[in-house]
């Protein structure tokens, strides 16, 4: 019955059914003896679904003509295409990004932002390039849109991130396809809480305008964690003197930064030196938005910028997700302690939700089995363990790395 490209479709995303896993272990032994570590989603330290007052008293505010009707374009209302800009680039963006054309379209999440520019910029046959730990909806979309998928390793043996090989990966498929599409997803990368150095982005850069020279190349930058960094985010610096068939869509998402997963609010951000390049982007984005969920909540998109482009709710917004960040840096700094303490090997990690924990022993289902026995609930990856930080309040972080550790040896 099924079309001849929907066969063989089926999502291998097992997070949700472990997090029911989690749900029915703490039913079972109470709350206080189970470790759910599953789900990228903010918990506080009394182990409730973190909210921001800010977002909430402003969610509340809008009227109900706002929340209920449709948006007034299918690219997003004006106000909020705004707020991106700024909210990403400053006041001063056009400034900040002289020589470049810009342009935003608003999506359901940052998974709608990734879905349309996977879409429209993939041959039939292509291969994206993914890093080789990665959220993995990445290579569903990569299938629903008719592309494959190759990966370029992470890091290289001193734990920073693998330019050697970013640039063999690169080049190697710059020589065969048309169009290349890789993904970076910096700062706060998920699964492992890397970030890259200036330097190294600086370095990336280099690399793609070199490869500018086989094929088109179309840099996604998937920022999805941008506000847990520990170091200052600079979006602009990297993209002066950037080639004409060098596309850099930045997907933008307000699910963690708001704390606010389910109003599915994100947009692409298109930059590039060519004003033709740019007009591309937004014709076709437009086309697809159109023909898959034709607009977005206007409600979401509005609590966005009325927070964004007045200073005082701004202000406030950024001492709330401060306070997150610092829930989250005193859990990750226990952890990463006792894990020097007791010897338990992770993936270099800098900031955000997750941190990685390789594992060499046993399979992934005894893996799996072993830390359900002890009643700590993570996603499994190839190979290593995805613990989601975000969702594990405090107190229950003591001890964890010992745990894992005995689990895995
Ligand atoms: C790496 C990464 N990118 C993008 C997203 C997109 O989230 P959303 O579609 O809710 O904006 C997620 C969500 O978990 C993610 O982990």
């Known amino acids: 019955m099924l079309a001849e490209h929907s066969i063989n479709k089926k999502v291998f995303d097992n997070g949700f ?69 700024e909210y990403l680039f400053g006041k001063n963006y056009k400034q900040n990004l002289e020589n470049n054309f810009l342009e935003v379209i608003a999506t359901p999440g940052g998974s709608g932002a990734l879905f349309n520019t996977f879409k429209n910029y993939v041959n039939p046959g292509e291969s994206i390039l993914l890093p080789n730990y990665m959220w ?109 068939n060098l596309l850099v869509v930045i997907t933008f998402s307000m699910s963690k930064s708001l704390c606010s997963y389910g109003l599915r609010v994100g947009a692409q951000v298109a930059i590039s030196p060519s004003k033709e390049t740019i007009e591309n982007f937004s014709d076709a984005s437009l086309h697809t938005c159109r023909s898959i969920w034709s607009n977005i909540p206007k409600g979401g998109m509005i609590l966005f910028s009325n927070i964004i482009l007045n200073q005082k709710k701004y202000s406030q917004l950024l001492v709330e997700q401060n306070n997150m960040k610092d829930m989250l840096k005193n859990r990750t700094d226990i952890f990463l302690r006792e894990s020097i303490d007791v010897n338990l090997e992770i993936l270099p990690y800098k900031s955000g939700f997750f941190i990685t924990i390789p594992f060499h022993k046993y399979s992934n289902k005894e893996i799996e089995e072993r830390l359900n026995f002890e009643n700590i609930f993570a996603i499994i990856l190839p190979g290593a363990i995805r613990l989601a930080i975000c969702s594990i309040p405090k107190y229950k972080i003591y001890g964890l790395a010992q745990k894992i550790k005995n689990v895995i040896s």
């Open 17 to 85: 059914q472990i997090a029911k896993n989690a749900k029915l272990a703490s039913d079972k032994y109470g709350q206080e003896k189970v470790i759910n570590g599953t789900l990228g989603i903010f918990y506080n330290d009394n182990e409730e679904m973190h909210t921001l007052n800010i977002v909430d008293s402003e969610y509340r505010n809008i009227s109900d003509k706002d929340i209920f009707n449709y948006a007034s374009n299918i690219g997003g209302e004006d106000l909020f295409v705004q707020a991106v800009k």
């Open 136 to 244: 993995s909806s990445y290579k569903i979309m990569s299938k629903e849109v008719g592309g494959e998928y190759e990966t370029y390793s992470l890091f290289n043996e001193k734990g920073e991130f693998d330019l050697i090989n970013f640039k063999k990966s690169v080049i190697k498929l710059a020589k065969i396809q048309r169009n290349l599409i890789i993904v970076l997803n910096n700062p706060c990368h998920n699964p492992t809480g890397y970030t890259l150095t200036l330097s190294e982005l600086k370095e990336v850069m280099n690399i793609l305008k070199e490869a500018c020279s086989l094929c088109n190349i179309i840099l996604i930058n998937d920022i999805a964690y941008m506000d847990f960094n520990n170091e200052k985010n600079n979006f602009t610096q990297l993209y002066n003197d950037i080639p004409n």
